[in-house]
Every structure is written in C-alpha cells, then in structure tokens.
C-alpha cells in the first residue's frame, strides 16, 4: 500500500497545539493499493484512519483505531517533522510505504531551464471558445505555469463533444467553463480561474471587462464575428491575441497571431488572406466560403473531425500563445518569426504532403478599419477622422428626436445610450 501525504496538510497536524491525535480522511483507490489523504476534516474526504503526536516513532502505533492507516508524527527540532504510515493488515501495524506531497516545490521541476517558470504564475491569460482547441490550450498552458485564466463559453458539455475534448462523461450537462476550471485546478496548485458563461456578442461591454489586465487573450471560437469583435478590442488596449482554427474534418488548419500594434490585426489577414491562395480543391471546397462569408464558418469547424487531427492545430496554438507570453522572459525556446502558421494533418489544399507547415507573414493593411482606422477614413470617406465624426455629429443633430429608449440593448451602458 502506498499512502500519499500533502505537505500543507502535515504542517496543519504539526502545528494543531491542541491535540495530539486526530482523524485523517481522504481516499480509498485500485482496491485499496493507494490510499490519498486530503485533510483532517470531514468535508474533505472518507474517514480513512488516524494521525498521532509522538516524541519518538514507535515500532509500532498504539491507540484508537478508526480506519485502514495511522500516521505517527514526531515533532523534533528538525525544521521537517519525520513521519511514519502505517495500514493495518487482520491484527498487525504493517509499516507503510509514504508518499509527502510537495506541490509548490516540485511542480515545475520537469520544465525548469526551458524558462523561468515562475514568471509564468503572474500571466493572466483569457480563453474565448473551451471546445477541442480551445480546452486544450488551457491544460497545456496550466501545466506550463500560467497562473492565472478566464474562461469563457456559453455551451454546456454534451454527449457528442466528449470524442474530441479534454472533459469527460462525469462533465456531461456542466458548462465547459466550469468543468474545465476544475481541470485546471486538479493540474495545478497555484492557478486562480475566473468564467464566464456569457456569448461575448451579446455583451461586449463584458468582453472588454474580460481582456482588461489580460497579457494575453485566445480566440478559439468558431464565430468569425466573435473574433473580429476580440480583434476590434484587443488591438484598441494593446492585449497580444491569437487566433486559431481547423479546417473542416480538421484536415488542417491555422494559428493566427497579433503580438503588438505594429502587427497586422486580424481583420488585416481576415481581408488579405484570400490574396495569397485561391480556393481549396473539390474535396474540400465547403472551406472556402469560411473566410469569404464569415456567417458559414461556423458549420465548416462543427465538421466531423479525430481529437487527434483537431489536437495537432490546438498544440501549435498552444506554443504560440507561449512563446507570446515569454517575449519578456528569459527562455531557450526561439520563437517564430511569422504571424501566420498554416498545418496540414493531411495532403490536401495547398499542403503537399502530411503533417506539413506553412509559415507566411501577413502584411497590415494600409488601409484597415481597426488598426489604420485614419487612413480608412481618408480613403473611404474623403476626409479625417475629425471631420468625419463633425460629419456625424452634424447629420445626428438635424435627424428628427426618435424616442429609442425601448429599443435599447440592456447591455448597453448609460454611457454608450
């Protein structure tokens, strides 16, 4: 038997003045061959056995039994106390193999000199769409050290998702924000999560609530509406965004990236992309109408594809979103010089041969709404943005008083009625 101990919890019976004996309660697993202590209360667990205070250990322990295992600490001056477990077996105290749980201290210990972890603990990273790509990111992410996320979908897990996402059937009918906050928090000890059951373009007010003190934000819907409001918010704060997708079947896909304001945005790439390919071959031709006529990508991403096809698009969105958040951390890892990574799970469109990466480098557009919104308005209206929003003010002023007040949008602040 194996019994495992979390170090939090041993300072607590170390530090209880009170007693000198108490109950441990945890879990019982694999029939019995691992037994998990997970407090000293009994909302934390079973009631699993005893702990006891000793000067010196014992050959074996004495006292009231009241389940499997007794522990049997000996607080010395020693800055760790020793402790013994043991598992009761018919009449006898059998000495038992201990496991002690150091979380914080041992967490990263497979990573360390990739980068410093522990800059990685203050990163607040947002996460908009929690199905197979976007969920992935978040326990890749977790396991790398972000210490802090918000989550944010309106979907419920269903049957039908559990093929291709991180849940589970015990998640069956939970919001996948939730469900995956506590995903994360069984992979790390240190992760905050904040969700956020919301359609963000029923409430951009929200949305831009949700980035405010981000470092960075994913976009991982399948709504090219969704991300162009991300855009649209993102760019005017200066919040890095990357922005991922898999084509239908997940025969492939892209990962998208605006790391700082003299980067393309996406609304850029989203009007050039079509520039640099024509559209894809007869086998796969319901893709091309997904940057062209943004209301149908959403049917083209919901398309029958493995786990394993639509991971491969979720782990490169991962390292991007990586190697973005470490652009001011010491690491070994070279980052990527374009801002545009196309991937092919399979020969098909443009890609050759399988498992084949395009790297490109989207250019801004001289003219773009969101990120050259001056030259937009000189181009476009004939005029500058000041005389442009005079010309406004002025044709609004002579229109005829419309009581409007009903038609509002609730979400709408007092400021922006």
């Not at 929200?206 to 981000?214: D, K, P, R």
Request: with cysteine.
């Amino acid at each position: 038997m194996l019994i495992t101990l979390p170090e939090d919890i041993l300072t607590t019976i170390v530090n209880d003045k009170s007693s000198v004996q108490g109950n441990l309660y945890g879990n019982i697993r694999d029939d019995g061959d691992v037994v998990q202590i997970t407090g000293v209360t009994p909302d934390t667990g079973l009631l699993v056995g005893n702990w006891q205070m000793k000067m010196s250990l014992p050959d074996e322990p004495v006292g009231i039994q009241s389940g499997p295992i007794m522990l049997v600490v000996q607080k010395d001056k020693a800055d760790f106390p020793s402790v013994q477990a043991y598992y009761r077996d018919t009449r006898n105290w059998i000495l038992s193999e201990l496991m002690v749980i150091r979380p914080f201290a041992d967490f990263d210990a497979r990573i360390k000199g990739l980068f410093e972890v522990s800059r990685l603990a203050s990163k607040r990273v947002a996460i908009i769409g929690l199905g197979s790509g976007g969920a992935v990111v978040a326990t890749q992410l977790v396991r790398c050290g972000v210490g802090h996320f918000r989550l944010v979908d309106f979907d419920r897990l269903e049957v039908h998702n559990i093929a291709r996402h991180v849940c589970d059937l015990r998640d069956i009918g939970r919001y996948k924000t939730r469900a995956l906050r506590d995903l994360l928090m069984n992979s790390s000890p240190f992760v905050q999560v904040e969700t956020y059951e919301v359609n963000i373009l029923d409430d951009l007010t929200l949305l831009q609530e949700i980035v405010e003190g981000c470092d960075l934000v994913i976009a991982a819907t399948d709504s090219e509406e969704s991300k162009m409001a991300i855009n649209r918010v993102c760019w005017q704060r200066g919040i890095p965004a990357v922005y991922g997708a898999a084509y239908n079947r997940a025969f492939g896909g892209d990962v998208f990236r605006v790391a700082s304001s003299t980067d393309a945005c996406y609304a850029c790439f989203h009007t050039v992309v079509a520039e640099f390919f024509g559209p894809p071959p007869a086998a796969t031709d319901d893709f091309s109408p997904g940057y062209a006529d943004p209301s149908q990508m959403a049917d083209l991403i919901a398309e029958p594809g493995l786990a394993m096809d639509a991971g491969m698009i979720a782990l490169i969105l991962t390292r991007v979103a990586l190697l973005t958040l470490l652009r001011d951390v010491q690491t070994s890892l070279p980052d990527f010089t374009s801002n545009w990574i196309l991937f092919g799970n399979r020969a098909e469109w443009i890609f050759q041969k399988p498992l084949e990466s395009i790297f490109i480098d989207v250019p801004k557009r001289p003219d773009c709404p969101v990120c050259n919104y001056t030259a937009y308005a000189s181009l476009n209206l004939g005029m500058s943005v000041d005389e442009a929003r005079d010309t406004a003010h002025r044709i609004l002023q002579e229109l005829p008083q419309i009581d409007i007040s009903s038609r509002i949008h609730p979400h709408y602040s007092e400021e922006e009625r």
